[in-house]
């Protein structure tokens, strides 16, 4: 029996509004359809971090009309920048549903002196806003930002920041849950190795060395298209960047940057979601706005448990006409199996011919969803990093809780290979990462309810 609301002890997120906090889903229908997918969240985050690299107007657009996002606006509002959200023009049918753009362009004036002082909750709410430091170090020379701590799915760390900054000569410090950064000679070029390719270091660094004195060379660089999409408008606001999409960055440092106007690369996760999600409801969905080129691995393995797939530039059609075969998949940096695809690949192997074992390489944390997969009816077994799961016909509809922006996504996806209805909670997670995840459900023929009651043909209790 599902009860008519959520547990109360459920919606704890901050500020949640805790009757629209929640999404139900029919299972047993087979997505189908097209659905577009707007600009990258983890590119667009750092774009506008970039943004204060340059004095005046810069315009970024295909931004997604996403939680996360509007959190970044008022960081750099705080930081005394413009920030100016405007509907993309034209706004084209495929990413509007209802009238509702699902992209927008954000226009940041960034003043002369933008401000040193990024502590407040919202920084702390954000991990993507330690992105700040390394563009506001280089153009101020001083800068404290707020600790972001770690979220769901790990510790997360910012050593490699730190440490990188620290051969460009700058000296941090932590001081009541901030990190303090001086350049008092400026930012200089160096050498730097990453231990590891960690995306959110690799940008920071990229932004700090834009506007040292000299040569940078990061080496070990994350490969990610979202840095290459940052260093391709940074290129355009005059940097001199060299090796972008590779492991080797080399920056020679300029005296300064112009303002640029940029469109965010497509969201590749936001499109592997649908890739998993036609997987497995055996369904046939075409997605536009992302190159399936950087989901390589990703199509892959759907192809390994049986899909056809068929790709062009910046859109692929994903079928699955039987039960998908199990597969394995391990998750490293790109252009390994991302890590945010994570809680879709175990959705997958729920519902798969056969066992998979699945190893998560980049956060402590992320199987902590498994849990509230299981509460589905997956058969799951974690250990350290890996776990192994062995696939059943179909799971059962249940009330879960998404722990995550990905980890939400997976329970939805997985609640329509259910013989019954499922009620996700807390879902202001997904907000933050998906423009409007519900409509998207809804264009590929599902069945699906924003909080409220159950007033759309989802009849709760059976
Ligand atoms: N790490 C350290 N020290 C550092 C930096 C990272 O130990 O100085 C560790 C982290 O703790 C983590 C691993 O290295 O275990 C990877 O961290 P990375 O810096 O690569 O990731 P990030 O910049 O914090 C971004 C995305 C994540 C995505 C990862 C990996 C943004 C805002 N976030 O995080 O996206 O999973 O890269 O691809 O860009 C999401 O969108 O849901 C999300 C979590």
């Given at each position: 029996?599902?009860?008519?609301?959520?547990?109360?002890?459920?919606?704890?997120?901050?500020?949640?509004?805790?009757?629209?906090?929640?999404?139900?889903?029919?299972?047993?229908?087979?997505?189908?359809?097209?659905?577009?997918?707007?600009?990258?969240?983890?590119?667009?985050?750092?774009?506008?971090?970039?943004?204060?690299?340059?004095?005046?107007?810069?315009?970024?657009?295909?931004?997604?009309?996403?939680?996360?996002?509007?959190?970044?606006?008022?960081?750099?509002?705080?930081?005394?920048?413009?920030?100016?959200?405007?509907?993309?023009?034209?706004?084209?049918?495929?990413?509007?549903?209802?009238?509702?753009?699902?992209?927008?362009?954000?226009?940041?004036?960034?003043?002369?002196?933008?401000?040193?002082?990024?502590?407040?909750?919202?920084?702390?709410?954000?991990?993507?806003?330690?992105?700040?430091?390394?563009?506001?170090?280089?153009?101020?020379?001083?800068?404290?930002?707020?600790?972001?701590?770690?979220?769901?799915?790990?510790?997360?760390?910012?050593?490699?920041?730190?440490s990188g900054?620290?051969r460009m000569?700058?000296?941090?410090?932590?001081?009541?849950?901030?990190?303090?950064?001086?350049?008092?000679?400026?930012?200089r070029g160096t050498e730097i190795v990453l231990?590891?390719?960690?995306?959110?270091?690799?940008?920071?660094l990229?932004?700090?060395a834009?506007?040292?004195?000299g040569t940078t060379v990061i080496d070990n660089a994350?490969?990610?298209?979202?840095?290459?999409?940052?260093?391709?408008?940074?290129?355009?606001?005059?940097?001199?960047?060299?090796?972008?999409?590779?492991?080797t960055l080399t920056v020679?440092?300029?005296?300064?940057?112009?303002?640029?106007?940029?469109?965010?690369?497509?969201?590749?996760?936001?499109?592997?979601?649908?890739?998993?999600?036609?997987?497995?409801?055996?369904?046939?969905?075409?997605?536009?706005?992302?190159?399936?080129?950087?989901?390589?691995?990703?199509?892959?393995?759907?192809?390994?448990?049986?899909?056809?797939?068929?790709?062009?530039?910046?859109?692929?059609?994903?079928?699955?006409?039987?039960?998908?075969?199990?597969?394995?998949?391990?998750?490293?940096?790109?252009?390994?199996?991302?890590?945010?695809?994570?809680?879709?690949?175990?959705?997958?192997?729920?519902?798969?011919?056969?066992?998979?074992?699945?190893?998560?390489?980049?956060?402590?944390?992320?199987?902590?969803?498994?849990?509230?997969?299981?509460?589905?009816?997956?058969?799951?077994?974690?250990?350290?990093?890996?776990?192994?799961?062995?696939?059943?016909?179909?799971?059962?509809?249940?009330?879960?809780?998404?722990?995550?922006?990905?980890?939400?996504?997976?329970?939805?996806?997985?609640?329509?290979?259910?013989?019954?209805?499922?009620?996700?909670?807390?879902?202001?997670?997904?907000?933050?990462?998906?423009?409007?995840?519900?409509?998207?459900?809804?264009?590929?023929?599902?069945?699906?309810?924003?909080?409220?009651?159950?007033?759309?043909?989802?009849?709760?209790?059976?």
């Amino acid at each position: 029996m599902i009860p008519d609301r959520p547990d109360p002890a459920w919606l704890t997120g901050p500020g949640d509004a805790a009757v629209d906090d929640v999404i139900r889903v029919r299972g047993g229908t087979q997505m189908t359809g097209t659905v577009h997918v707007v600009g990258a969240k983890n590119s667009a985050l750092k774009l506008m971090a970039a943004a204060l690299l340059a004095p005046g107007r810069s315009v970024i657009t295909n931004v997604p009309r996403i939680t996360d996002i509007a959190i970044m606006g008022e960081v750099l509002r705080r930081l005394g920048c413009g920030v100016r959200f405007d509907a993309d023009h034209p706004v084209d049918p495929m990413v509007a549903y209802g009238g509702v753009p699902r992209s927008r362009s954000v226009t940041i004036d960034v003043p002369e002196t933008p401000g040193i002082d990024a502590d407040c909750d919202l920084v702390r709410r954000l991990r993507a806003s330690i992105c700040v430091l390394g563009p506001l170090l280089a153009r101020r020379g001083s800068v404290r930002v707020a600790h972001p701590g770690g979220d769901a799915i790990g510790s997360r760390g910012l050593d490699m920041h730190i440490s990188g900054l620290t051969r460009m000569g700058a000296e941090i410090s932590g001081e009541r849950g901030c990190v303090v950064a001086t350049a008092p000679h400026g930012l200089r070029g160096t050498e730097i190795v990453l231990d590891f390719p960690s995306v959110g270091a690799t940008e920071n660094l990229v932004m700090a060395a834009v506007l040292a004195q000299g040569t940078t060379v990061i080496d070990n660089a994350a490969r990610e298209p979202e840095i290459v999409d940052i260093c391709t408008m940074l290129s355009q606001m005059g940097a001199l960047i060299d090796g972008a999409g590779t492991s080797t960055l080399t920056v020679v440092g300029v005296p300064g940057l112009h303002p640029v106007r940029h469109a965010t690369v497509g969201d590749r996760i936001v499109a592997g979601t649908w890739a998993f999600g036609a997987a497995m409801t055996r369904g046939d969905v075409t997605v536009t706005g992302a190159s399936p080129a950087f989901l390589d691995i990703a199509l892959d393995k759907l192809v390994a448990a049986g899909a056809l797939v068929e790709t062009r530039r910046d859109a692929f059609r994903i079928r699955m006409e039987d039960r998908p075969r199990a597969v394995d998949v391990v998750t490293l940096p790109y252009p390994g199996f991302a890590t945010d695809l994570l809680p879709m690949a175990i959705g997958l192997a729920a519902v798969s011919d056969g066992a998979s074992l699945i190893t998560e390489n980049i956060f402590d944390g992320r199987f902590m969803f498994a849990n509230e997969m299981m509460r589905l009816g997956a058969d799951i077994q974690t250990d350290g990093h890996h776990a192994v799961v062995r696939g059943r016909q179909r799971l059962s509809g249940a009330l879960v809780r998404a722990t995550d922006i990905r980890a939400g996504a997976g329970l939805l996806i997985a609640g329509l290979c259910t013989d019954g209805v499922t009620e996700v909670s807390q879902v202001h997670h997904v907000d933050r990462g998906y423009p409007d995840f519900v409509a998207d459900l809804r264009a590929l023929g599902v069945e699906v309810q924003r909080g409220g009651a159950a007033d759309e043909g989802i009849s709760l209790g059976r």
